[in-house]
């Protein structure tokens, strides 16, 4: 997720063996103004998780959202307080999602898990179990293309559009409820896209740097030095070797309980309030 040239080549092979037909999108016009002129974060309650979204497509146009979301960042938590959101990002995997998922299961907390498409339709039945185990799904793109936003309108569209289609049918059709943009490269057209779609543009407060494998104790310390940022905290189950990822992850949950922390989901439907 961090802004770098990260994403290593395996991800533009998956994205070719898709077979998406990009131009499609690209011959769309783009999407209108969902009504929220928020450019600072934003959020707000957001839909039953498990609950299929209700679209009402037709041929060549985006679908309809299943609710109206604003167009700013979300970063705050739904519960208020002091609740935290956890976020992980990158995949689904094959072998470090159930690792994650599993703690998450031990500790009783839910996240949201950020999915590349491909991989997404690669591995339907991780996207399913996180459907299953009350977690949020949220769109990352086809190819996590951190150089989001310096490129064309027409190819922001089809990165978050072509995903977050995948993304729904490995689901079962359970709706993809945020976008973050890949390292964080956001433009006033791609979050316009998203929202329109139903899908609350999501960034973070603390970045663990997981990706760059510090060493769980950094990742851990990361996390404990930079929570008075906000409540939002950025995990990586993609990507990479993520063991270290798992490890920290193990250790700073029953860390954050220990601090009188709850967990929350990110706003959705209201505006962003820190």
Not at 84 to 104: A, S
Not at 143 to 156: E, L, S
Not at 164 to 172: F, S, T
Request: charged share 25%.
């Amino acid at each position: 997720m961090r802004r770098m040239g990260k994403y290593t080549a395996h991800v533009a092979v998956l994205a070719s063996a898709v077979g998406i037909s990009l131009a499609a999108w690209g011959a769309t016009a783009l999407v209108g103004d969902d009504g929220e002129n928020a450019a600072a974060p934003g959020g707000g309650a957001a839909a039953r998780p498990g609950v299929p979204a209700q679209r009402n497509a037709e041929p060549g146009r985006p679908a309809k959202p299943a609710v109206r979301v604003p167009e700013g960042i979300a970063h705050a938590a739904e519960a208020g307080g002091r609740a935290v959101n956890i976020t992980i990002d990158d995949g689904p995997d094959p072998r470090w999602t159930p690792k994650m998922l599993d703690i998450l299961k031990e500790n009783d907390v839910k996240a949201v898990f950020c999915m590349i498409g491909p991989q997404a339709q690669q591995h339907p039945d991780l996207v399913k179990r996180v459907v299953a185990e009350g977690h949020r799904l949220c769109d990352h793109t086809m190819t996590h293309d951190t150089t989001m936003d310096r490129k064309p309108v027409a190819y922001q569209k089809r990165q978050i559009l072509d995903a977050r289609k995948l993304i729904e049918e490995a689901a079962g059709g359970v709706e993809v409820q945020y976008y973050r943009a890949p390292g964080g490269a956001f433009t006033p057209d791609s979050r316009k896209i998203a929202a329109a779609a139903g899908m609350r543009p999501l960034g973070w407060n603390v970045d663990t740097k997981d990706f760059e494998r510090p060493g769980a104790a950094a990742i851990v310390a990361t996390v404990k030095n930079e929570l008075p940022n906000g409540p939002t905290i950025l995990f990586h189950d993609g990507g990479g070797d993520r063991s270290q990822s798992v490890t920290a992850l193990r250790e700073v949950l029953p860390w954050l309980k220990e601090q009188g922390r709850t967990f929350s989901f990110p706003v959705r439907t209201a505006p962003d309030t820190p």
